[in-house]
């Protein structure tokens, strides 16, 4: 009997462990950016906050105050500039957009990365406009296998890892920082 009863304890226990443990589906197909599995039922925000390339993309969203809107229902077509994209820009710009007296003019640039709804690589055609949350549009252009972003100011920036899917959207992670005209 007290075999029986120290099998039911550990029998029990285990199940309180395994209870405690999130949950996450074994079969969710994930993609590794930034040395992270991206989940496709965790939103943008949850998922980018994960990735170490991502960390300043991260920052800037929090500066904007745009945490809530990118983990909002969406859906979202995001295109993630790494940071070695923001590593481009001219030394102390990422240092000055963050302030909160820019405020306004990072959230513009921010906008500017992200499409209403959820496109995959597949729904992408060479010449294609898409219409950024900001406003202005941005240009797809295709070339030897590859996807690249053409901002307003005519500057290339490659999708490096595409389809990264999210609860609220899709990623497409790109190796520049895309530009609005104004």
């Known amino acids: 009997m007290k075999l029986r009863t120290a099998l039911v304890v550990i029998s029990l226990s285990a199940v309180v462990t395994a209870a405690s443990i999130p949950f996450v589906d074994a079969q969710e197909k994930t993609v590794k950016v930034g040395g992270a599995a991206m989940y496709p039922s965790r939103n943008i925000v949850e998922n980018a906050a994960k990735s170490k390339d991502h960390t300043t993309l991260v920052a800037a969203v929090k500066a904007a105050g745009l945490v809530d809107t990118l983990s909002g229902p969406g859906p979202f077509t995001v295109f993630a500039p790494t940071n070695e994209a923001f590593d481009k820009l001219p030394k102390g710009m990422v240092q000055t957009l963050v302030k909160p007296e820019n405020r306004a003019t990072l959230t513009k640039i921010l906008t500017y990365h992200v499409v209403p709804g959820k496109l995959d690589a597949s729904q992408l ?5 898409l219409t950024t949350v900001e406003g202005e549009s941005l240009t ?6 590859k996807v690249m972003i053409v901002d307003a100011k005519g500057n290339a920036s490659t999708v490096t890892i595409a389809d990264v899917s999210q609860s609220n ?3 497409h992670v790109v190796n520049s920082v895309l530009m609005p005209a104004s």
């Open 125 to 129: 055609s060479d010449g294609q406009r």
């Open 140 to 145: 797809v252009k295709k070339m030897g296998g």
């Open 169 to 171: 959207g899709v990623i």
